[in-house]
């Protein structure tokens, strides 16, 4: 089983900020990474497929980059809708996994 | 528009057993692979399962192998997971979330449409 490893845990930041989350994979698993969004009551939303492709409907500000067994998420500039958690999802092989989560949060 | 809704979900004994199901909208059904992902509350995210569109092909997670039987019947557009011999690590919400197609029709097992999810609570 492919582990993922999100980091941070947590991130604090403010309106306008840049963020940058981390998934790091425990073996390669190409570019067959996606993000989520979840916020609170809510079911996730894929935001990123295969490394660097938005999903239909997600704003620009989003943006994924990486291969093998490293993977980043970027924010440009964090708006209030923004601040959520969110995880990477791989789909290498079976099975598929999902890591920790990272929560941005407001500073 | 396109829509997932779960239900079935419950307060139920350990060793019971529980089926969920997942009533599908505004897509072709037969033409998607669907999951099952769960979230234990204040947790993050599990895959649990993949129906695929042929209605033959399944797999599980590690966790569920064994216990759980994901199905689908296409002429009424719904999942189903059978879950038996439930744990009290089993509780969670349960989501039926969509498999991604990629442009030549081929599947990417990313969830591009999730349900609301059911809450299945496992407890004496």
């Known amino acids: 089983e492919i582990v993922l490893t999100q980091s941070p845990a947590t991130l604090s930041l403010s309106p306008g900020e840049r963020a940058t989350l981390s998934c790091r994979a425990s073996?390669?698993?190409?570019?067959?990474l996606a993000w989520y969004q979840q916020k609170p009551g809510q079911a996730p939303r894929l935001l990123i497929h295969?490394?660097?492709n938005r999903a239909t409907g997600i704003p620009a500000r989003f943006s994924g980059s990486g291969s093998g067994t490293d993977f980043t998420l970027t924010i440009s500039s964090l708006e209030p809708e923004d601040f959520a958690i969110y995880y990477c999802?791989?789909?290498?092989?079976?099975?598929?996994?999902f890591g920790g989560g990272t929560k941005v949060e407001i500073k | 528009q396109v829509q997932l809704v779960e239900s079935g979900g419950g307060v139920v004994q350990p060793g019971r057993s529980l089926r969920l199901s997942c009533a599908a909208s505004?897509?072709?059904?037969?033409?998607?692979?669907l999951h099952w992902v769960r979230q234990p509350p204040g947790k993050g995210l599990e895959w649990v399962a993949i129906?695929?569109?042929?209605?033959?092909?399944?797999y599980y997670a590690d966790s569920v192998k064994g216990r759980f039987t994901v199905s689908r019947d296409n002429s009424k557009n719904t999942l189903y997971l059978q879950m038996n011999s439930l744990r009290a690590e089993d509780t969670a919400v349960y989501y039926c979330?969509?498999?991604?197609?990629?442009?030549?029709?081929?599947?990417?097992?990313?969830?591009?449409?999730w349900g609301q999810g059911t809450l299945v609570t496992v407890s004496s």
């Open positions: 505004g897509f072709t059904f037969s033409t998607y692979a």
């Open positions: 295969d490394a660097s």
């Open positions: 979330a969509r498999s991604m197609i990629y442009s030549d029709s081929s599947p990417a097992f990313y969830f591009d449409v």
């Open positions: 073996q390669t698993v190409s570019s067959y």
């Open positions: 999802q791989h789909r290498s092989n079976w099975p598929l996994t």
């Open positions: 129906m695929f569109s042929d209605g033959n092909n399944r």
